[in-house]
């Protein structure tokens, strides 16, 4: 099993900044892809962005050039930050991790998802 904890989330102006963080913990995992997503109220999850165990990255379109997200793989974290927020991006946002589990010789491998930040964005 991997637990996953969010951190950062809140309540700031339009134009401002938020640092998000996702740290994952457990026993014989390794992570490899991880990843945030959103969901506003009435609407469906969303990707935001994700970022694999070798550093590549993709986003959504809408947050190109706004959003960054990095992962330190020493601490199973993962960060992103939010520039230049609009009201839109009003949503919980969701850490997910992609993971393997070895317990002796067998391994599977399954999805994770922390409990939720809520940015709010004011206008």
Same mark, same amino acid.
């Given at each position: 099993q991997v637990q996953l904890v969010e951190s950062g989330g809140g309540l700031v102006q339009a134009g401002g900044s938020l640092r998000l963080s996702c740290e994952a913990s457990g026993r014989s995992f390794s992570i490899n892809v991880m990843g945030w997503y959103r969901q506003a109220p009435g609407k469906?999850?969303?990707?935001? *962005?994700? !970022?694999? &165990? #070798?550093?590549?990255?993709?986003?959504? =379109?809408f947050v190109k050039g706004r959003f960054?997200?990095?992962?330190?793989?020493?601490?199973?974290?993962?960060?992103?930050?939010?520039?230049?927020l609009k009201p839109e991006d009003t949503a919980v946002y969701y850490?997910?991790?992609? *993971?393997? !589990?070895? &317990? #002796?010789?067998?391994?599977?491998?399954? =999805?994770?998802?922390?409990?939720?930040?809520?940015?709010?964005?004011?206008?």
């Amino acid at each position: 099993q991997v637990q996953l904890v969010e951190s950062g989330g809140g309540l700031v102006q339009a134009g401002g900044s938020l640092r998000l963080s996702c740290e994952a913990s457990g026993r014989s995992f390794s992570i490899n892809v991880m990843g945030w997503y959103r969901q506003a109220p009435g609407k469906q999850r969303e990707l935001v *962005a994700d !970022i694999s &165990s #070798g550093g590549s990255t993709n986003y959504a =379109d809408f947050v190109k050039g706004r959003f960054t997200i990095s992962r330190d793989n020493a601490k199973n974290t993962v960060y992103l930050q939010l520039n230049s927020l609009k009201p839109e991006d009003t949503a919980v946002y969701y850490c997910k991790a992609e *993971a393997k !589990i070895t &317990s #002796g010789i067998r391994w599977y491998r399954s =999805d994770y998802w922390g409990q939720g930040t809520q940015v709010t964005v004011s206008s």
